[in-house]
């Protein structure tokens, strides 16, 4: 049996050092004022404390990729494909949630028949490391919707705060080899300690069987009620480490050429579902509302069976109107069925 190891937290810089002579290494970071991952440098701002406002999921699916190029010269047109490979990388520092948003991601495109390869290539070249919470956010419920806090079982390899140090445990080939590396400079060494129980939660929710409830609230005036307050602006989107909503446009170098551009999208644009006929199914808030909540709580749970939820909270600490998803799920286990 595998036994802890651990490096003191004074070495983290030299930890990452290492692991960054072989790949690249995202690490939760402050940049321009705002926490999110990014690539590691000597002068980076690492924020190990807590979770980032951004979601990871930019290293594997990245808000704007480029697909293909093409050229057209009268009748003669040309497409060459752009290579989905990336050299090494490994996400240092994820928490739970983050861990559980991946799975959900690799869900969508790795499964049911489609390997979308863009996706699949950074998946395949990642290492993924967690972290365990000590203390969760205010904003924090990933208890409340199945996922445990302290250590995660897709992760590559797990960590934990042991107060001066951190401990870490390989549970993958991939996290055995990361671990080896390391062991091999000396920055690890066998521990007995272990990372404590985490803080209460402040943010609890009961989400036991609301997949069922909402099949039996497609048309409940609750919609109504919930959508009168959101601006669709998509802030819970492009912060959600589960969204994976995206839309495929173009950019002209000239007349003739130009490069097809995959970027981020959003269900609660009201644009997103626009037909080209001028038809869209989706008309007003109160559908896009239904659409993101019914998504995350039983379209998902339906096709993959978990739910798209991770309890991260960064929707709930950044929507501007406190549209919040704990409330939609109280108030949805609490409606009539009849509305």
Same mark, same amino acid.
């Given at each position: 049996?595998?036994? =802890?190891? !651990? ?6 810089? #030299? ?11 995202? /690490?939760?970071? @402050?940049? #321009? ?14 924020? @190990? ?47 739970? %949630? ?21 996706? *699949? ?18 904003? %924090? ?15 590559? #390899?797990?960590?934990?705060? =042991? ?19 390391? @062991? !091999? ?19 609890? /929710?009961?989400?036991?069987?609301? +997949? ?21 602006? *998509?802030?819970?989107?492009? =912060?959600?480490? +589960? ?22 999208? +959003? ?26 909540? @019914? ?45």
């Amino acid at each position: 049996m595998q036994r =802890l190891k !651990a490096f003191p937290k004074a070495k983290l810089t #030299a930890v990452l050092e290492t692991m960054s002579q072989k790949a690249t290494v995202w /690490v939760p970071s @402050m940049i #321009a004022g705002v926490s999110r991952f990014a690539p590691y440098r000597p002068e980076i701002d690492i924020q @190990m404390g807590t979770n980032t406002a951004i979601s990871p999921k930019e290293a594997l699916f990245p808000s704007t990729e480029k697909i293909y190029t093409f050229s057209a010269y009268g009748i003669d047109g040309e497409f060459e494909p752009v290579d989905p490979s990336v050299g090494l990388q490994i996400l240092f520092g994820l928490r739970s %949630c983050d861990m559980q948003g991946i799975l959900c991601l690799d869900d969508v495109f790795l499964t049911r028949g489609y390997v979308d390869d863009f996706y *699949g290539s950074k998946r395949e070249a990642t290492t993924l490391i967690t972290l365990g919470c000590v203390t969760p956010g205010a904003d %924090c419920f990933c208890a409340s919707m199945g996922v445990n806090p302290v250590e995660h079982d897709g992760s590559d #390899a797990q960590m934990y705060d =042991l107060g001066d140090a951190y401990g870490i445990i390989a549970r993958t080939d991939k996290g055995e080899t990361l671990v080896k590396d390391l @062991m !091999a400079t000396g920055l690890l060494s066998d521990t007995d300690k272990s990372q404590g129980p985490t803080s209460d939660f402040v943010l609890k /929710v009961d989400s036991e069987g609301i +997949t069922e409830k909402l099949q039996q609230m497609f048309d409940h005036p609750l919609w109504d009620e919930l959508s009168r307050k959101c601006l669709n602006c *998509g802030t819970c989107a492009y =912060l959600c480490p +589960t969204c994976h909503c995206f839309d495929i446009s173009e950019k002209k170098r000239n007349q003739h050429c130009g490069v097809k551009i995959k970027c981020w999208d +959003t269900c609660m644009f009201s644009e997103y579902a626009l037909m080209a006929g001028g038809h869209n199914p989706r008309p007003s808030k109160k559908e896009r509302v239904r659409q993101r909540f @019914m998504h995350k709580l039983r379209y998902f749970p339906e096709r993959y069976g978990k739910l798209q939820c991770t309890g991260c909270g960064r929707c709930i600490a950044k929507c501007p109107v406190n549209l919040e998803i704990t409330d939609v799920i109280k108030l949805a286990g609490e409606a009539k069925k009849d509305g």
